[in-house]
């Protein structure tokens, strides 16, 4: 009986952070990248090598944006509730799921988000105004 699981059905198998990175921005732009994952190092002298860095150090950055890589940019269908509490590079993708085109996004798409983020955040009293 074998109970490995295989992970390179995963996008993220084998891809280093850096080429992940470089693809999202070729595609995308910093400017984009910010505006959908808020983290500074794309709005502030945004650089790969920069950026890298950064995310090597902070696992929260690096899943936000291997999430934004594998549900944006590969267009995968959103993950199963089983696989949500997994970090994204080792979620297994079921077979048959393959990548699609890029999801096209804007910045007015970005800022449409961040309005209904705050609205739930809003609704559930979890606010950045500590003040009360």
Not at 4 to 31: A, C, K, M, R, W
Not at 61 to 71: G, M, S, T
Not at 113 to 129: D, F, H, P, V
Request: hydrophobic share 30%; net charge positive; with cysteine.
């Amino acid at each position: 009986m074998n109970d490995e699981i295989n992970y390179e059905s995963n996008p993220l198998h084998g891809l280093g952070l850096q080429d992940l990175l470089t693809q999202i921005v070729d595609h995308y732009g910093f400017g984009l990248l910010y505006a959908y994952l808020n983290i500074n190092c794309f709005k502030t002298n945004p650089s790969i090598e920069s950026s890298v860095k950064f995310l090597k150090k902070s696992d929260w950055a690096r899943e936000k944006v291997e999430n934004f890589y594998l549900y944006q940019f590969k267009n995968l269908p959103r993950v199963s509730s089983e696989q949500f509490a997994i970090s994204p590079r080792y979620r297994v993708i079921p077979e048959g799921q393959t990548p699609r085109e890029p999801a096209e996004l804007s910045l007015e798409d970005a800022e449409r988000m961040r309005e209904k983020q705050a609205q739930k955040a809003a609704a559930y009293g979890k606010t950045k105004n500590y003040r009360r």
